[in-house]
């Protein structure tokens, strides 16, 4: 006896037990897969770990399927919340999991060539940085990335970008005290 209605979830019962309503996992993947695939890679940068976060993803959602209302969100909406939470669980469950050691020696010397995961505590730190750089006018941010981060000097720059190296000096000024002032939280709101 399922009915739908427009806003409906569940139907109650007279005898107050639950009837849930079908939720069609297969049309739910068919619409939103590639999407919420795209957003765990970029999360994640691992494809293997994407793919089964968005496989867990539809799993929770089909098992809390009666806890979706779509008065309060759409199902997309729903479904990267789930996934959301989803890769949060993974990149802990990562930070917890020593790393493998090679137990060959030329793998040592050589190098794996394998990509590592950054479980440092200073992942935050850089996170607050990329924050504060968005902060910044285009013209500021790059004069900081160039100068600071790529290791150019002024003068390459200026010979790049056609600005002058005394304004690109004052830029750099006024940008690494915007800089400082938002990470120190001084920042005017």
């Known amino acids: 006896m399922n ?25 739910a993947y068919d619409e939103h897969a590639s999407a919420m ?3 765990a890679v970029n999360a994640l940068r691992d494809r293997t770990l994407a793919e089964d976060c968005v496989q867990e993803t539809f799993f929770r959602a089909w ?32 930070t917890r999991m020593p790393m493998p050691a090679s137990d060959r020696i030329e793998d ?4 794996s060539g394998g990509v590592t995961r ?13 924050a504060a750089l968005a902060l910044l006018s285009p013209e500021h941010r790059q004069v900081v ?8 000097t002024y003068a390459e ?15 750099t000024f006024y940008a690494m005290r915007a800089l400082r002032d938002h990470l ?4 005017e709101t």
């Open 157 to 171: 720059l200026s010979e790049a970008t056609g600005v002058a190296v005394r304004t690109l000096r004052t830029r």
């Open 184 to 187: 120190d939280g001084k920042e």
């Open 118 to 130: 950054d479980t440092s505590p200073d992942v935050d730190e850089r996170l607050r940085i990329i």
């Open 63 to 94: 098992r809390a399927r009666s806890r979706f209302e779509p008065r309060r969100g759409s199902l997309r909406t729903w479904l990267f919340a789930i996934e959301r939470n989803v890769i949060v669980d993974v990149q802990r469950s990562l």
């Open 145 to 152: 990335v160039a100068v600071h981060l790529s290791g150019s």
């Open 108 to 111: 040592i010397d050589r190098g």
């Open 3 to 27: 009915v739908r209605g427009p806003t409906d979830v569940s139907t109650v019962m007279s005898i107050g037990s639950v009837i849930e309503l079908d939720f069609d996992v297969a049309a």
């Open 37 to 39: 695939l795209g957003f």
